[in-house]
C-alpha cells in the first residue's frame, strides 16, 4: 500500500513538473532577480483595476467610469472600440474586486515574463474584443439560434478583465507546452456556460477561439511562409536580360540577397 502511494505519488510529481516545471523555471528567476521591477505592467494593471473600481461604486465616479471604460452592446460601435482600452481594466461591479485582482495578478504576472509586456498586451486585447464583438453578433442572430442572445443583453457590462485573464492563461500554458492546463481551462469555460448561461460565458468562449486562432499562427506560418507565387520567385534564378545598372540588377525583380 506504502509503496503504491509513493509511485503514484513521484507519477503525480513527475507529471507537474513535465506540465509546469518549465513555466516555472521561466517565471522564477526574473522575479528573484529583479523582484517587482521585473512586471511593471502587472502592476499598471493590479492598480488601475483597483482605482477603477474604488471609482465607480462612488457616486461622482459611477459616471466617469461607465463613460470612459464601460462596454456594452447597446452602444455605438465606434464608442466601444475607443472605450476597449480601458474597459480591460474596469472589473464587473456586482463581482467581488478581490477576486479579479487575484487573477489579474498571477496571469498577468506569469504572461508578461514570458511573453514580454507588447505580446501580453495584444493578447489580452485581442480577447477582450472578441468578446465584445461576439455580444453583437450574438444580438443580431437572436435568442433562439445556437451563438445568439436574448435583447436583455444589450444592456449588460462586457466582462472587463476575466476574458483578458482566460485568453492569456490559455495561450501561455499552450506556448510553455502545458497543454493539460490550456485543455482544463476551455473546460472549466465551457461548464460555466452549460450551468449558467449568460453573457460572461459565452464572452469568454469568444476569447477563447480568438486565442486559438493566435496560438494556430506560428504553425501556419511554418508551413505557408509566403504565397507560392513568391516561392517561385524567390528560388528560381533570375532570367538574363539588360542589366540596369551597376551590380547586375535585372530589371523588374527584387535583388538578390545574400
Known amino acids: 500500500m506504502r509503496r503504491a502511494g509513493q509511485r503514484r505519488t513521484s507519477g503525480l510529481a513527475r507529471w507537474a513538473r513535465a506540465e509546469w516545471g518549465p513555466l516555472y523555471a521561466t517565471v522564477r528567476e526574473p522575479l528573484l532577480r529583479r523582484g517587482p ?13 483597483a482605482v477603477l473600481h474604488l471609482a465607480q461604486n462612488q457616486p461622482w465616479g459611477h459616471d466617469v467610469v461607465r463613460q470612459a471604460g464601460g462596454v456594452r452592446a447597446a452602444d455605438p460601435l465606434w464608442a466601444a472600440l475607443l472605450r476597449t482600452p480601458l474597459s480591460l481594466f474596469v472589473p464587473a461591479p456586482d463581482l467581488p474586486v478581490w477576486g479579479a485582482l487575484a487573477q489579474v495578478l498571477c496571469v498577468f ?21 472578441a468578446g465584445t464583438l461576439y455580444a453583437r453578433l450574438g444580438l ?47 473546460a472549466a469555460m465551457a461548464v460555466e456556460v452549460a450551468l449558467k448561461e449568460n453573457l460572461a460565458g459565452k464572452e469568454h468562449l469568444a476569447a477563447l ?11 501556419a506560418r511554418r508551413r505557408w511562409p509566403y504565397p507560392r507565387r513568391w516561392a517561385s520567385r524567390r528560388t528560381s534564378p533570375p532570367a538574363p536580360g539588360p542589366s540596369s545598372g551597376a551590380g547586375g540588377r535585372v530589371s523588374g525583380l527584387p535583388p538578390a540577397r545574400p
Open 109 to 129: 504576472c506569469v504572461a508578461e515574463i514570458c511573453l514580454g509586456r507588447r505580446r501580453t498586451l495584444t493578447v489580452a486585447y485581442v480577447a477582450t474584443l
Open 140 to 186: 443580431a442572430l437572436g435568442p433562439h439560434r445556437p451563438l445568439g442572445l436574448p435583447a436583455a443583453d444589450a444592456h449588460v457590462a462586457d466582462t472587463g478583465p476575466s476574458a483578458a485573464v482566460v485568453g492569456l492563461a490559455v495561450y501561455v500554458a499552450w506556448r510553455c507546452g502545458a497543454y493539460v492546463t490550456a485543455g482544463a481551462v476551455c
Open 37 to 49: 521591477r521585473a512586471v511593471p505592467l502587472t502592476l499598471t494593471a493590479v492598480v488601475l483595476t
Open 209 to 219: 477561439a480568438a486565442v486559438a486562432l493566435l496560438c494556430a499562427l506560428p504553425a
